[in-house]
């Protein structure tokens, strides 16, 4: 034992932190604690002076350390809160970001009417959006796509830490090649970043958030292009397609759904108020 508590070494990490500049030092701080310690946010609060033993305290140098380094505490500690759920995220997956909740939120809203709901997920990551849903959805089924193997081992991964292998199947695939039959809803996270744009991304995404989740081509509506081909036909007749928009994309998006053979029906602002989720469908009649 040391004579460092995990609160004291908390907030002196949170002082460091901040004198590094990082944007959000004490909640930082806490999550590698509580890392490192295996501390509740219970009981975080309700036992501050419990002592850290020597390899924890050395365990949270190293993660000071990499944190210092630039790398996102979701890195260090391979998991990412996401919907309230626990995620492992890992250099082949994209670290979730709130912003992606909107699509979760939208998604539930369009199938409240819908009973057992069948779900495919195009490029699903970490599973996040799509586990998410099923999650909330007890009734549903989901397909989990990616081009990615490693991304697909962590997605099941974190199904079977959810409970929810038993409803939800990944492949591996481009896109909607080779998936037979039509769904309730289509969700995805596409890359959508300009690819000039990338080099000029802050750190914690360029250098650790994988560039096959990022990079969208020159203008970075290649994967909406060949998202608006190929939706329709897995869509139903009364289906919805949910599609993550990056900042400014929201009419360049409706620009290539529509002559695709879409109805946009909306576009949903994320809690930052950018839009963020937009909402398609087969055209009615
Ligand atoms: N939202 C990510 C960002 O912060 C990009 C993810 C994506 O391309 N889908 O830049």
Do not use: K
């Amino acid at each position: 034992m040391t004579l460092t508590t995990r609160d004291h070494a908390m907030r002196m990490l949170g002082v460091r932190l901040r004198a590094a500049g990082l944007s959000t030092p004490e909640l930082d701080a806490r999550l590698l604690v509580q890392g490192v310690t295996g501390a509740s946010d219970i009981e975080m609060l309700r036992e501050p002076g419990t002592r850290m033993s020597d390899e924890e305290e050395a365990r949270l140098a190293v993660f000071e350390r990499r944190r210092l380094a630039g790398e996102p505490v979701s890195r260090i500690l391979g998991m990412r809160e996401f919907w309230g759920l626990p995620f492992a995220v890992t250099p082949a997956t994209l670290d979730p970001r709130p912003d992606s909740e909107t699509l979760v939120e939208t998604a539930l809203a369009l199938l409240r009417e819908t009973a057992e709901p069948r779900i495919l997920d195009l490029g699903t990551g970490t599973g996040c959006l799509l586990l998410s849903l099923l999650h909330e959805r007890a009734d549903a089924q989901g397909t989990g796509i990616d081009i990615s193997d490693e991304a697909l081992a962590v997605a099941a991964s974190n199904a079977a830490r959810l409970d929810l292998s038993a409803r939800v199947s990944f492949r591996r695939g481009n896109w909607t090649d080779g998936i037979g039959g039509r769904f309730d809803l289509v969700i995805s996270n596409p890359p959508y970043i300009r690819r000039g744009d990338i080099e000029a991304l802050e750190r914690e995404v360029r250098e650790h958030d994988p560039l096959l989740a990022l990079d969208g081509g020159e203008d970075g509506l290649d994967a909406y292009r060949a998202l608006a081909a190929a939706i329709p036909d897995v869509l139903t007749q009364t289906g919805h397609a949910v599609i993550e928009l990056g900042e400014g994309q929201g009419e360049a998006v409706r620009a290539i759904f529509e002559p695709a053979g879409m109805a946009v029906l909306r576009i949903v602002p994320d809690l930052a108020g950018i839009p963020r989720a937009l909402v398609a469908a087969l055209p009615r009649g």
